[in-house]
């Protein structure tokens, strides 16, 4: 299939991209869409997921494909790579479309269209120096790349999805309206955790994305341009944001965070709220944090999830609204100010080397566009939690979900009706309005930040 390539495909595809691993697929024109889905180990949530991806509006089916990267190392354990071969079987079953099992039939009959890259079969793992979910993302919006049919007007969206997530029948129709129709570049599904029957783990779910949700308010609360959820599984960009940053990194983990934090340089973080990714709550290996890893710390360890302390939120917007000020133009009374503002705010950007980064900045930027980006891209999203580490740190330790979250919504004037008497006062029903309330305040709070 030939394809007229635009020049900034071209050139990415040329200096930052691999062809060692091959897309299998039957090859159509037509493609503007493609969700990309890293797997390993997933084979029975693979089936789930596409189960609940057939049940999407089939007229989005045409100009759609669904990239499974199926990946392991070259030293992952036996189980692993069975489960992976398991994987590769049945996805190329259903390629070919001579499957034969009622789950395949059901998924097939509905037209969804589905490639795949095998980065698990020996001779085309990863190698041990690399594997990751990152180098998996990449690799197959890499492949997107490859295989949108440019000579069609409208975006060319690039979705991210996890194999062990499920979505709602609404999930890619609301995606490629709300892109198309009011012309993003950047966005953030909603989301929500798959909640399972046993009180303990319900309880660690809900403190994690208590933890999440009560961050994001608390950003968005300051100001940040970097109030948004990083969670891989929910991001969505078009393929010129994608190119602009230089793609998706490499990194084993947290390579959500800074994929969003280079677009949300350049972008608006959009939020979608009209539909929902599902997130699983399942205990995980895979990586070094994020709710697999909070879920087996509580559960095997004990370890309470806590949130910070509103107060490093009011630190924050105070810092913001100074740092985007005319006085920021004098590195000098702009740290003088900070010292106002809090002592431990003024020490970490002593730490940092602010004052001589900032009169390079000021000295090479030669409008206010410039300086604008300027201030984004030494204040980023991980700037902005190494600040929130510090002053945990040096002052305001974190605090305990009921008194950290009801501050919260003191700080910000958050009127909340508990609505909870006598019996039904349980940790569990707590937590459960918690999130509510956070959900809400979170809307409330992204619509007058915009």
């Not at 008497?421 to 809307?443: A, D, M, P, R, V």
Request: aromatic share 12%; with cysteine.
């Amino acid at each position: 299939m030939q394809i007229n390539y635009p020049p900034k495909v071209i050139e990415y595809l040329g200096n930052k991209s691999s062809d060692k691993w091959n897309l299998e697929w039957v090859e159509v024109s037509g493609i503007e869409n493609v969700i990309v889905i890293p797997a390993i180990c997933e084979y029975e949530n693979i089936k789930k997921l596409l189960t609940s991806l057939a049940e999407s509006n089939q007229s989005f089916f045409k100009n759609t494909i669904i990239i499974f990267v199926i990946n392991n190392s070259e030293s992952s354990v036996k189980e692993v790579k069975e489960d992976n071969k398991s994987s590769l079987h049945f996805l190329r079953k259903l390629i070919k479309q001579n499957s034969t099992d009622n789950i395949s039939k059901k998924i097939i009959e509905t037209g969804i269209r589905i490639g795949l890259i095998d980065a698990a079969t020996e001779g085309k793992e990863f190698n041990d120096n690399s594997a990751g979910v990152g180098l998996a993302r990449k690799t197959g919006m890499d492949s997107a790349l490859r295989i949108f049919d440019y000579s069609i007007p409208g975006k060319k969206i690039i979705i991210s999805l996890d194999a062990d997530c499920q979505v709602e029948k609404n999930y890619l129709s609301e995606i490629i309206n709300y892109f198309n129709v009011q012309n993003v570049s950047v966005a953030v599904v909603d989301f929500e955790h798959n909640f399972c029957e046993e009180t303990n783990s319900k309880i660690a779910i809900l403190s994690y994305e208590i933890f999440l949700r009560h961050y994001v308010a608390g950003l968005l609360f300051a100001g940040s341009p970097f109030a948004f959820h990083t969670i891989g599984s929910t991001v969505v960009c078009d393929h010129e944001a994608y190119i602009k940053i230089g793609g998706m990194n490499t990194k084993k983990a947290a390579e959500d965070f800074y994929f969003l934090q280079k677009l949300a340089k350049h972008y608006r973080i959009n939020r979608i709220t009209s539909t929902k990714v599902k997130l699983s709550a399942r205990q995980s290996w895979r990586v070094p944090f994020g709710t697999g890893r909070s879920i087996t710390d509580f559960l095997s360890n004990n370890k309470i999830i806590k949130v910070f302390d509103p107060e490093v939120y009011l630190i924050l917007k105070e810092w913001l609204v100074l740092f985007n000020s005319d006085l920021s133009l004098n590195p000098d009374l702009l740290l003088q100010d900070s010292r106002k503002i809090h002592p431990e705010l003024n020490n970490f950007l002593g730490i940092r080397g602010f004052r001589s980064d900032w009169q390079k900045i000021l000295d090479n930027s030669k409008s206010k566009s410039q300086l604008d980006y300027q201030r984004k891209n030494w204040f980023d999203a991980f700037e902005t939690l190494k600040l929130i580490h510090h002053l945990r740190d040096t002052f305001s330790p974190m605090m305990d979900i009921t008194s950290g979250t009801e501050k919260l919504f003191k700080i910000i004037q958050h009127s909340v009706n508990f609505g909870l008497t006598g019996e039904t006062i349980n940790q569990e029903n707590l937590f459960e309005f918690y999130l509510n309330e956070l959900k809400s305040l979170e809307n409330k709070l992204y619509k007058n930040f915009y």
